[in-house]
Structure formats: structure tokens, C-alpha cells
């Protein structure tokens, strides 16, 4: 399939590229950027002239549900809500059921990634067996059946011993670790940030610290065992400043940020709202900040989505009985655009880091329009504008905190090895 | 913040009694004046009015209590409305049923009225939500967030003993980390206006941000009672000794208990209470809670007269198509 | 109409009527009630010239009204009051107007819950007529007619004047 996109803004920040050009597809691979390639015929042509072409996204974290929980979503539902945001990569972690610990998990997810054929997804595998936090899992084999990395999801390793041996053996695998680091005594099943918020609503509160230690605590064992560590979800202005001084240290320290955390804080919760029951939890506009100038200053170079969709009555209960997450996958870019609409970051900023930056951390090489590279692209038109609701959502997961917001800029092809995966003209 | 939308009609009415913040000085006002009124039902022949006959009240009491519960049930009774009592353990909701079912069976066997007691805090809240819109919700506590009928008959025996508001320093000392019944007397303190409103507690059990509700914070017991002219004394469960927050009850009343030589420190005429039921000899001694300045029992009867004046409050509403008249 | 109305001269009447009504009964030393607030007013003038020997007693029927479910709990809030028990007392109760009649239904309601009196005399200043349910006053200041739409209106508690409103007048 040959297909030319025309006349579109070509924005690949990986190769300080910004410019009006063509790009031209063939064998699910780029063949051509500006210049047309000798006896090049197009099959289609896509006219992109008022839109933003970008290398497909690659969302750092995002939960399909698959295996296990599908009365919550499906690989079917969640890669059309992937795709519809211009996303074709997902790393998805391994709190699947069952967990991904051991190869056959993984080549369950490899196959149904086939079948469904809208996006890449590249699981990570457990880091303790059945994440248990006690017993170190089978990294090299799960490496070896495809895993990119390696995390223990949000199940805490509160044994510091434990946490050092799984650091070591990660490392002689050449494993990166994603790391969600809370503290779950001082985290003492709370459910909201520790503030002027919880006090008021009543609400069993998580203090900063169960982030800032754990993340102290992982920092220095890394130090010793030499594993590179990324951060997942980092929620704290004070968390940022620590990986911050970590970095310029030198450790192989990186980190990412949560799209809602980025745009959300506790007062979201408001009346008890329990799509902004999330885990990390909404801090205080002062951390929000901090998260903006850590995406600034280069500390966090990676956003994801968090995606977790979640069926009605996961969160259809008081607020700390509710399930935390939420469903955000197909609103990732547009919210990202509005940050840079904001002028909180800028617009490129925003580009690198759900396209090259997240896929440097994960070690593949997506992210870019480069000349031999994997076809995958989207082109966003920033006319059209959509309102969130709930009925609208692509995504089997209705837990949208970002419900009533008009948000600019929607994508309306999304390429995968050169295919068409989704096309807004197609869509009912 | 909470609950003020969703606790009135859109006439401004009283539809749900939720929290006792978010509502304005003057229906709280109309909330005392109106249990004024009820008060004197009880030393009739006839201890009832009429006034809820024929409408079903169900107590859900997610959390087991024998005495709020008694209250409510004394006060429907008075009002002639019937009682439902219901005692759902929460292990029985996970066993399946979840709460909007067991909400929905009950507005099938045609209640008007729910009162929730919940462990959670926003429980009733969420209730308020999820109910038909002719149901009305009171809630008898949610978690660690609100207490209001406790907090409206504590200013409704504030008032009687000492009429304005406005010249009063109210200390409330003890957990208030825990403690709903806190938050609610500080919304509604402030709220009815009254000169300071003091928490007295250790540093483990404050919360976060406490000032943000308006508050003064001491830690020191005998500097937070100086010229107080109302001293409400908190609960303290024994479990606050196992959580590493407190070391032992002994220390906790050497610290924080209220004894007559600590009660001394406040105004001569001040006025001890205590939403019950007291721990003699951990938060406050035997002699202050038989003493002259204690009007603890006073609170327990006048909880009834409160508590009608949000059922009869709430219940008669008008239809919402009729709107106000006269 | 209003200036046509003298009611210091009605409560006069009233007063005597009330007394003579008494005495052709047999009633001692009768209780009198006044129902809140216009029934009280009158009730106070004639507790007065009557020169009764029992305090008044006040009725706020709020809590017996038939419209509770529509209209809601009236917000002026003022409790009932009443200084003797009713148990084999002779009541005389007063009202400002008499029109449906389901106050005095209220009010009868109310004072039994207090106790079972031996009699109730109903005296009223003004029966406009356009009862809805079978009750009648006992003593009657004046009856006046009025059409749908006009009301009638006692004011006070100083001076104490009658408004009339609606259409006509």
C-alpha cells in the first residue's frame, strides 16, 4: 500500500523537523519526506494541508485490560480509543490477570496485539513473582519472550532487602525497572492527597512523604546497584526536585508524569468526585506546578496516559470504596495541546514527549519520521474541537474526570506499518 | 464546597441534611428556631404531631449504633411517621449487593426518607445522589467527615445556655483528626458566627490544613481553655492507642483530660459538653461530667427536638411544580 | 368596607356576647385559647375585658395543618403555649376569621392532644363564609360575604386594623 500524506506541518522533534512537506509511505515503511521518490505512485492520498503530521504516539503507560478484566475494557475497545488519539505504541504493565510473570502471558498479549492490528504494545513483566514483592520473577525469560522492562505495577516492595535483589537482578539483565514509588505504611490506605482537601472531606489522607521516601529510598539503592530506574507517575513538586538532584548526579535516573496529573488537582475532587479517585493522587496546584517545570527543566521527559478504564460500578460507591483511575487514553493529545495552548510548555515540548522521549525510555525505536523507519503516523487537524462526555468516549471505561472540558485538536488518520488504522471520516 | 448544591431545592429549601457546611446563618437559625418548637412535644399527653403521618422513614445503619439511632427513631415517631429499622453490616453489601441495589429495593417499598449512618465519608453524599428526587437524605455520619444533627443540637444547647453566638470562644478538644462530629461544630460554629473557634489535640491527632476551616490550633490544654465559655469534649476510641498515635490513656488524660482544675482556666459560667458516650478518666473526669457546668444530658433531649426539626424540614418540601406561595 | 367596621366596638360586642354565653352555660371559669396570630390578638382584648381568671393560652396549629405535603413548614416559627391542662376544662376558643374552616379542625386536633376537654365554644370576630368543611362558630363578631379572589385580613398586634383585598372593595 503506497500513500502519500500531502502538504501537511511535518513535526518530528526527534529530528528538529517543523516544516510544511510531504511524506510518502510504501511497505509499511517511510520512504520519502518532502521529496517524492522516483516512480513513486500513490494508492492514497491523504490531504493534510491544514493539519499537523506527527510520528505515531507512544504512550508510556496504559492498561487494556486484556487479560482478565474485561468487563472493563478490551484490546478491541481500548486500541480504537488508542488509535482515535493518534497513539500506536502502549507499554502496558503487568498487573494483568493473569500477571504478566510468565512467557505465555506475553505471548497471549503479542498474539491479541496481532489480531486486533491498531497498535504496537510492548508489555513489561513482573518484577516479583505474581507480584508478591517477595519472590523475584523470571526476568530473563520474560526479556527474552518480548518484555521491555520490568515493574511490580502499584504493588509496594516495602522490604528494602527485597527491593535491592530485584534492583541487582534487573540490572544483570539489562532490564530497566518502572517504578511506582509509594511508601504503603505512610501511605496508610489513603485515598487523597494530605491536605486542607482531605481534612475537610474527611477522607484518609496520603501523605507527600509516602512518595518522597520511597523515591529517596529507591534513589539510594540505585546509586548502589547501578540499574536504570524510571519513575512512573511522578506526583510530587518535592518527588521532582529529588529525581532532579539524582540526574545531575549522573545516576540513569528518568521519569514520567500522568496526563491528570498534569492538569488536575485535589480541589477536583470537589463533592467527593470519584472519577478523580486516582492513584497517584491529585496534589495541590504547588505540585502541579512543579510537575510543569519538571517537564520544563527536563527531569520528567516523558507523559503517559494512565489509562485505566474502569466499568460503572468500580466507581459507583462513597468515594474510598470507589476504584481509582481513570479513563484518558483518547483524550492524551488533545490535553496535551491544551498545556501547550496554555502556554505552560510548548507545543513541540509537548510532541517529544508522547513520541521520541518515551519511546528512547523504553528502548524502541518509534517515535519519528525518519527515511527506513516504521511507518507509524498521525495527523492531527487543530480545528476541530470536541466536548468530553461520557456517552462520546471510545473507550469501554467511562471514568473521565475530564468530563464538560472543550478540548482543541483531533486526529483524524492514524497510520500503523503504514496502514490506515483510524480514519475520523470512518467513524459513525 | 460540599454538599450545599445538592442539599438545597432550588427554591433555597432544605432538601438533604448533609453537612452543616455550605449552609447559610439563617437556615441554621430557622433549623434551632424550628426544634424550639418541637421541644415542647415531649412534655405533652400527647407526645406526637401529625405532622409525617403516613410517611416512611428508614434508618440505614451501615455502621451499628444504638443511641443516634434511638434518637431518629424517637423523633419520627413524634413527627407519626413509621420506622423502618435497618441494619446492614458492610460485609453484607460485599457479599454482593451493591449500594445502589439495596437503595433501589428500599425506594421500591415506598420510603420517603433515608438516614445513613455509613463508615465512609461522602457515603450520604453519594446516597443524596443516587436517591429518587422525592427521597430525602439525612445523614447520621459519614466516616470521618460529618455529623450534622450532633453539631445542630450542640449549637441548639449553646443557644439556650448562652443566646449570642457572636461574643462566644468555643474550644473543642480531643481527636479531631477522626472526629466528624469536629468538623461539622466547626462549619457550623463559624458559620452561626461565633468570636474563635479552638481546637485543643495533640500534634498526631490534627489534621492537615485544620486552619483552613477556621480554627485556632493549641496543643497545649490549659492555654487553648483560657476564657473559653464553651468546652466540647471529643471521644477518644481505644484503637487511637494501638494506631502509634497516642501511648497510653493515662498519658492522653494527663495531657488532655478535663478535670476541675483544667476547667478552672475557662470562663466561670462555661459549659462542658461531650456528644457521648463518655470515657470517664481519659477524656474528661467523673466530677466535671456530673458537675454543675456539664449539660451533657441536655444535649441527649435535645437531640430529639433537632432532629424533627430536619425531618419536618426536609420532608415538606414543596412539590416542585407548586413552588412557594404566599 | 374597612370603614365600616369598627373594631373596637366589634370586640365590645364580642366581649359581651362571650359573656352572656357563658353565663347562660354555666361555664365557671372557662379556658380560653387564641390561635395564632390573628385568633390570638382577638383572644388577648377579650382575655382582658373578660378579666378571665386562667392565663391565655396560644395555639400555633402549624404542626396540624392539612397542607403540610404541598406548602411545607411554615418559616415564622413561634410553639404553642398553653398555661393550664384542657383535661374536663370548658374552651373557649378564638380566632380573627373563619372562612374553610380547617384551622378550627387543626386546632380542635392540637387541643386534644393535649388532653380531653368537657367543651369547646368556638368565638370568631369575622365568618366570611365559604366553609369546606362542617363547622360553625358558636359567636359571631360580624358575617360578611365576600366573592372568589377577596380576602380578608386582621392586622396588628397595635393597632389592630382589618385589610381587605382582591378584587371589588
Same mark, same amino acid.
Given at each position: 500500500?503506497?500513500?502519500?500524506?500531502?502538504?501537511?506541518?511535518?513535526?518530528?522533534?526527534?529530528?528538529?523537523?517543523?516544516?510544511?512537506?510531504?511524506?510518502?509511505?510504501?511497505?509499511?515503511?517511510?520512504?520519502?519526506?518532502?521529496?517524492?521518490?522516483?516512480?513513486?505512485?500513490?494508492?492514497?492520498?491523504?490531504?493534510?494541508?491544514?493539519?499537523?503530521?506527527?510520528?505515531?504516539?507512544?504512550?508510556?503507560?496504559?492498561?487494556?485490560?486484556? +487479560?482478565?478484566?474485561?468487563?472493563?475494557?478490551?484490546?478491541?475497545?481500548?486500541?480504537?480509543?488508542?488509535?482515535?488519539? &493518534?497513539?500506536?505504541?502502549?507499554?502496558?504493565?503487568?498487573?494483568?490477570? +493473569?500477571?504478566?510473570?510468565?512467557?505465555?502471558?506475553?505471548?497471549?498479549?503479542?498474539?491479541?496485539?496481532?489480531?486486533?492490528?491498531?497498535?504496537?504494545?510492548?508489555?513489561?513483566?513482573?518484577?516479583?513473582?505474581?507480584?508478591?514483592?517477595?519472590?523475584?520473577?523470571?526476568?530473563?525469560?520474560?526479556?527474552?519472550?518480548?518484555?521491555?522492562?520490568?515493574?511490580?505495577?502499584?504493588?509496594?516492595?516495602?522490604?528494602?532487602?527485597?527491593?535491592?535483589?530485584?534492583?541487582?537482578?534487573?540490572?544483570?539483565?539489562?532490564?530497566?525497572?518502572?517504578?511506582?514509588?509509594?511508601?504503603?505504611?505512610?501511605?496508610?490506605?489513603?485515598?487523597?492527597?494530605?491536605?486542607?482537601?482531605?481534612?475537610?472531606?474527611?477522607? +484518609?489522607?496520603?501523605?507527600?512523604?509516602?512518595?518522597?521516601?520511597?523515591?529517596?529510598?529507591?534513589?539510594?539503592?540505585?546509586?548502589?546497584?547501578?540499574?536504570?530506574?524510571?519513575?512512573?507517575?511522578?506526583?510530587?513538586?518535592? &518527588?521532582?526536585?529529588?529525581?532532579?538532584?539524582?540526574?545531575?548526579?549522573?545516576?540513569?535516573?528518568?521519569?514520567?508524569?500522568?496526563?491528570?496529573?498534569?492538569?488536575?488537582?485535589?480541589?477536583?475532587?470537589?463533592?467527593?468526585?470519584?472519577?478523580?479517585?486516582?492513584?497517584?493522587?491529585?496534589?495541590?496546584?504547588?505540585?502541579?506546578?512543579?510537575?510543569?517545570? &519538571?517537564?520544563?527543566?527536563?527531569?520528567?521527559?516523558?507523559?503517559?496516559?494512565?489509562?485505566?478504564?474502569?466499568?460503572?460500578?468500580?466507581?459507583?460507591?462513597?468515594?474510598?470504596?470507589?476504584?481509582?483511575?481513570?479513563?484518558?487514553?483518547?483524550?492524551?493529545?488533545?490535553?496535551?495541546?491544551?498545556?501547550?495552548?496554555?502556554?505552560?510548555?510548548?507545543?513541540?515540548?509537548?510532541?517529544?514527549?508522547?513520541?521520541?522521549?518515551?519511546?528512547?525510555?523504553? &528502548?524502541?525505536?518509534?517515535?519519528?519520521?525518519?527515511?527506513?523507519?516504521?511507518?507509524?503516523?498521525?495527523?492531527?487537524? +487543530?480545528?476541530?474541537?470536541?466536548?468530553?462526555?461520557?456517552?462520546?468516549?471510545?473507550?469501554?471505561?467511562?471514568?473521565?474526570?475530564?468530563?464538560?472540558?472543550?478540548?482543541?485538536?483531533?486526529?483524524?488518520?492514524?497510520?500503523?506499518?503504514?496502514?490506515?488504522?483510524?480514519?475520523?471520516?470512518?467513524?459513525? | 464546597?460540599?454538599? !450545599?448544591?445538592?442539599?438545597?431545592?432550588?427554591?433555597? !429549601?432544605?432538601?438533604?441534611?448533609?453537612?452543616?457546611?455550605?449552609?447559610?446563618?439563617?437556615?441554621?437559625?430557622?433549623?434551632?428556631?424550628?426544634?424550639?418548637?418541637?421541644?415542647?412535644?415531649?412534655?405533652?399527653?400527647?407526645?406526637?404531631?401529625?405532622?409525617?403521618?403516613?410517611?416512611?422513614?428508614?434508618?440505614? @445503619? @451501615?455502621?451499628?449504633?444504638?443511641?443516634?439511632?434511638?434518637?431518629?427513631?424517637?423523633?419520627?415517631?413524634?413527627?407519626?411517621?413509621?420506622? $423502618?429499622?435497618?441494619?446492614?453490616?458492610?460485609?453484607?453489601?460485599?457479599?454482593?449487593?451493591?449500594?445502589?441495589?439495596?437503595?433501589?429495593?428500599?425506594?421500591? =417499598?415506598?420510603?420517603?426518607?433515608?438516614?445513613?449512618?455509613?463508615?465512609?465519608?461522602?457515603?450520604?453524599?453519594?446516597?443524596?445522589?443516587?436517591?429518587?428526587?422525592?427521597?430525602?437524605?439525612?445523614?447520621?455520619?459519614?466516616?470521618?467527615?460529618?455529623?450534622?444533627?450532633?453539631?445542630?443540637?450542640?449549637? @441548639?444547647?449553646?443557644?439556650?445556655?448562652?443566646?449570642?453566638?457572636?461574643?462566644?470562644?468555643?474550644?473543642?478538644?480531643?481527636?479531631?483528626?477522626?472526629?466528624?462530629?469536629?468538623?461539622?461544630?466547626?462549619?457550623?460554629?463559624?458559620?452561626?458566627?461565633?468570636?474563635?473557634?479552638?481546637?485543643?489535640?495533640?500534634?498526631?491527632?490534627?489534621?492537615?490544613?485544620?486552619?483552613? $476551616?477556621?480554627?485556632?490550633?493549641?496543643?497545649? =490544654?490549659?492555654?487553648?481553655?483560657?476564657?473559653?465559655?464553651?468546652?466540647?469534649?471529643?471521644?477518644?476510641?481505644?484503637?487511637?492507642?494501638?494506631?502509634?498515635?497516642?501511648?497510653?490513656?493515662?498519658?492522653?488524660?494527663?495531657?488532655?483530660?478535663?478535670?476541675?482544675?483544667?476547667?478552672?482556666?475557662?470562663?466561670?459560667?462555661?459549659?462542658?459538653?461531650?456528644?457521648?458516650?463518655?470515657?470517664?478518666?481519659?477524656?474528661?473526669?467523673?466530677?466535671?461530667?456530673?458537675?454543675?457546668?456539664?449539660?451533657?444530658?441536655?444535649?441527649?433531649?435535645?437531640?430529639?427536638?433537632?432532629?424533627?426539626?430536619? =425531618?419536618?424540614?426536609? =420532608?415538606?418540601?414543596?412539590?416542585?411544580?407548586?413552588?412557594?406561595?404566599? | 368596607?374597612?370603614?365600616? *367596621?369598627? #373594631?373596637?366596638?366589634?370586640?365590645?360586642?364580642?366581649?359581651? %356576647?362571650?359573656?352572656?354565653?357563658?353565663? %347562660?352555660? %354555666?361555664?365557671?371559669?372557662?379556658?380560653?385559647?387564641? #390561635?395564632?396570630?390573628?385568633?390570638?390578638?382577638?383572644?388577648?382584648?377579650?382575655?382582658?375585658?373578660?378579666?378571665?381568671?386562667?392565663?391565655?393560652?396560644?395555639?400555633? #396549629?402549624?404542626?396540624?395543618?392539612?397542607?403540610?405535603?404541598?406548602?411545607?413548614?411554615?418559616?415564622?416559627?413561634?410553639?404553642?403555649?398553653?398555661?393550664?391542662?384542657?383535661?374536663?376544662?370548658? #374552651?373557649?376558643?378564638?380566632?380573627?376569621?373563619?372562612?374553610?374552616?380547617?384551622?378550627?379542625?387543626?386546632?380542635?386536633?392540637?387541643?386534644?392532644?393535649?388532653?380531653?376537654?368537657?367543651?369547646?365554644?368556638?368565638?370568631?370576630?369575622?365568618?366570611?363564609?365559604?366553609?369546606?368543611?362542617?363547622?360553625?362558630?358558636? *359567636? *359571631?363578631?360580624?358575617?360578611?360575604?365576600?366573592?372568589?379572589?377577596?380576602?380578608?385580613?386582621?392586622?396588628?398586634?397595635?393597632?389592630?386594623?382589618?385589610?381587605?383585598?382582591?378584587?371589588?372593595?
Amino acid at each position: 500500500m503506497r500513500i502519500s500524506i500531502k502538504e501537511g506541518r511535518l513535526l518530528d522533534p526527534a529530528n528538529k523537523l517543523d516544516a510544511k512537506q510531504d511524506l510518502f509511505i510504501a511497505d509499511g515503511k517511510i520512504v520519502g519526506i518532502k521529496k517524492k521518490p522516483d516512480g513513486f505512485e500513490s494508492d492514497i492520498q491523504i490531504d493534510a494541508k491544514d493539519s499537523i503530521v506527527l510520528p505515531g504516539l507512544v504512550d508510556l503507560c496504559a492498561r487494556l485490560r486484556e +487479560p482478565g478484566f474485561k468487563h472493563k475494557g478490551t484490546f478491541q475497545s481500548e486500541s480504537l480509543a488508542a488509535s482515535s488519539s &493518534g497513539i500506536t505504541s502502549i507499554c502496558c504493565p503487568p498487573d494483568t490477570n +493473569p500477571i504478566i510473570d510468565s512467557p505465555a502471558v506475553v505471548e497471549f498479549i503479542n498474539q491479541r496485539s496481532r489480531e486486533t492490528g491498531r497498535i504496537n504494545i510492548y508489555p513489561l513483566g513482573a518484577l516479583t513473582r505474581g507480584l508478591n514483592s517477595e519472590h523475584l520473577a523470571e526476568m530473563y525469560l520474560l526479556k527474552q519472550a518480548g518484555c521491555i522492562g520490568v515493574s511490580n505495577a502499584l504493588q509496594p516492595i516495602d522490604n528494602a532487602e527485597i527491593l535491592r535483589r530485584t534492583f541487582e537482578y534487573a540490572h544483570s539483565c539489562d532490564l530497566t525497572i518502572y517504578l511506582y514509588a509509594e511508601d504503603s505504611s505512610l501511605k496508610n490506605n489513603g485515598v487523597a492527597h494530605e491536605g486542607a482537601i482531605t481534612t475537610r472531606l474527611g477522607l +484518609p489522607a496520603i501523605p507527600e512523604s509516602a512518595e518522597t521516601v520511597a523515591i529517596t529510598r529507591a534513589l539510594l539503592l540505585a546509586e548502589q546497584t547501578n540499574v536504570r530506574l524510571h519513575f512512573c507517575r511522578v506526583s510530587s513538586a518535592r &518527588g521532582v526536585k529529588l529525581i532532579k538532584d539524582a540526574q545531575a548526579q549522573g545516576l540513569p535516573v528518568t521519569a514520567d508524569a500522568a496526563i491528570c496529573n498534569l492538569h488536575l488537582t485535589e480541589m477536583d475532587i470537589a463533592d467527593y468526585n470519584s472519577d478523580c479517585h486516582l492513584q497517584p493522587p491529585l496534589r495541590s496546584e504547588r505540585d502541579r506546578a512543579g510537575l510543569i517545570a &519538571g517537564i520544563n527543566d527536563g527531569t520528567i521527559s516523558a507523559v503517559c496516559s494512565d489509562h485505566q478504564p474502569h466499568d460503572v460500578d468500580a466507581k459507583a460507591a462513597p468515594f474510598s470504596l470507589t476504584e481509582p483511575g481513570a479513563s484518558t487514553i483518547e483524550h492524551l493529545l488533545p490535553l496535551m495541546s491544551h498545556l501547550a495552548n496554555r502556554k505552560e510548555i510548548k507545543f513541540t515540548e509537548a510532541i517529544s514527549l508522547l513520541t521520541y522521549q518515551p519511546a528512547n525510555i523504553l &528502548g524502541i525505536d518509534k517515535g519519528t519520521l525518519g527515511i527506513g523507519k516504521d511507518a507509524d503516523v498521525c495527523i492531527l487537524d +487543530p480545528n476541530l474541537h470536541q466536548s468530553v462526555h461520557k456517552k462520546n468516549l471510545l473507550s469501554a471505561g467511562k471514568n473521565s474526570p475530564f468530563q464538560g472540558w472543550e478540548l482543541q485538536g483531533l486526529v483524524s488518520h492514524t497510520l500503523l506499518n503504514g496502514k490506515i488504522v483510524f480514519d475520523r471520516n470512518e467513524l459513525k | 464546597m460540599t454538599g !450545599n448544591i445538592i442539599q438545597l431545592d432550588k427554591n433555597g !429549601n432544605l432538601k438533604h441534611f448533609l453537612s452543616t457546611e455550605g449552609l447559610s446563618q439563617s437556615l441554621l437559625l430557622s433549623i434551632l428556631d424550628h426544634a424550639e418548637s418541637f421541644a415542647s412535644v415531649g412534655e405533652r399527653h400527647v407526645k406526637k404531631v401529625p405532622l409525617l403521618r403516613g410517611k416512611t422513614i428508614a434508618n440505614l @445503619f @451501615f455502621e451499628p449504633s444504638t443511641r443516634t439511632r434511638t434518637t431518629f427513631e424517637l423523633a419520627a415517631k413524634r413527627l407519626s411517621a413509621d420506622i $423502618l429499622n435497618l441494619n446492614i453490616s458492610t460485609s453484607a453489601t460485599s457479599k454482593g449487593e451493591t449500594l445502589s441495589d439495596t437503595l433501589h429495593t428500599l425506594e421500591a =417499598m415506598h420510603c420517603d426518607m433515608f438516614v445513613v449512618r455509613h463508615a465512609n465519608s461522602g457515603a450520604a453524599h453519594y446516597i443524596a445522589t443516587q436517591v429518587a428526587p422525592h427521597i430525602s437524605v439525612i445523614n447520621a455520619g459519614d466516616g470521618s467527615h460529618a455529623h450534622p444533627t450532633q453539631a445542630m443540637l450542640d449549637m @441548639f444547647t449553646i443557644r439556650r445556655h448562652k443566646q449570642d453566638f457572636s461574643k462566644l470562644k468555643v474550644a473543642i478538644v480531643g481527636d479531631i483528626l477522626h472526629s466528624r462530629v469536629a468538623r461539622s461544630e466547626i462549619h457550623a460554629l463559624n458559620t452561626l458566627g461565633v468570636l474563635e473557634t479552638r481546637i485543643v489535640a495533640p500534634h498526631t491527632l490534627i489534621p492537615a490544613g485544620v486552619e483552613d $476551616l477556621g480554627v485556632h490550633v493549641y496543643h497545649d =490544654m490549659d492555654k487553648g481553655l483560657e476564657d473559653v465559655d464553651v468546652v466540647m469534649m471529643l471521644r477518644l476510641q481505644k484503637e487511637r492507642m494501638r494506631g502509634a498515635l497516642l501511648p497510653s490513656e493515662q498519658e492522653y488524660f494527663q495531657r488532655y483530660g478535663l478535670t476541675s482544675e483544667r476547667l478552672a482556666k475557662a470562663r466561670s459560667d462555661a459549659i462542658v459538653m461531650h456528644p457521648g458516650p463518655i470515657n470517664r478518666g481519659v477524656e474528661i473526669d467523673s466530677s466535671v461530667a456530673d458537675g454543675e457546668h456539664s449539660v451533657i444530658l441536655q444535649q441527649v433531649s435535645h437531640g430529639i427536638a433537632v432532629r424533627m426539626a430536619v =425531618m419536618a424540614m426536609t =420532608m415538606g418540601r414543596h412539590s416542585d411544580d407548586i413552588g412557594k406561595s404566599k | 368596607m374597612s370603614d365600616t *367596621i369598627n #373594631i373596637d366596638q366589634l370586640l365590645n360586642e364580642l366581649s359581651e %356576647a362571650t359573656q352572656t354565653y357563658c353565663k %347562660a352555660n %354555666a361555664y365557671d371559669n372557662p379556658l380560653m385559647i387564641g #390561635i395564632k396570630s390573628g385568633g390570638a390578638w382577638v383572644a388577648k382584648r377579650l382575655h382582658e375585658s373578660l378579666k378571665l381568671k386562667e392565663p391565655l393560652g396560644k395555639l400555633n #396549629i402549624a404542626f396540624y395543618r392539612d397542607d403540610f405535603s404541598t406548602l411545607g413548614l411554615h418559616p415564622e416559627v413561634s410553639p404553642s403555649n398553653l398555661p393550664a391542662a384542657v383535661d374536663n376544662r370548658h #374552651i373557649i376558643l378564638v380566632d380573627d376569621v373563619l372562612y374553610t374552616g380547617r384551622t378550627i379542625r387543626a386546632a380542635m386536633n392540637e387541643i386534644f392532644d393535649y388532653g380531653r376537654p368537657a367543651s369547646i365554644t368556638l368565638v370568631v370576630m369575622i365568618d366570611r363564609c365559604g366553609r369546606e368543611l362542617p363547622i360553625q362558630a358558636d *359567636i *359571631i363578631g360580624k358575617t360578611i360575604t365576600l366573592k372568589e379572589g377577596e380576602h380578608v385580613k386582621l392586622l396588628g398586634p397595635e393597632p389592630l386594623t382589618l385589610s381587605f383585598s382582591g378584587t371589588g372593595n
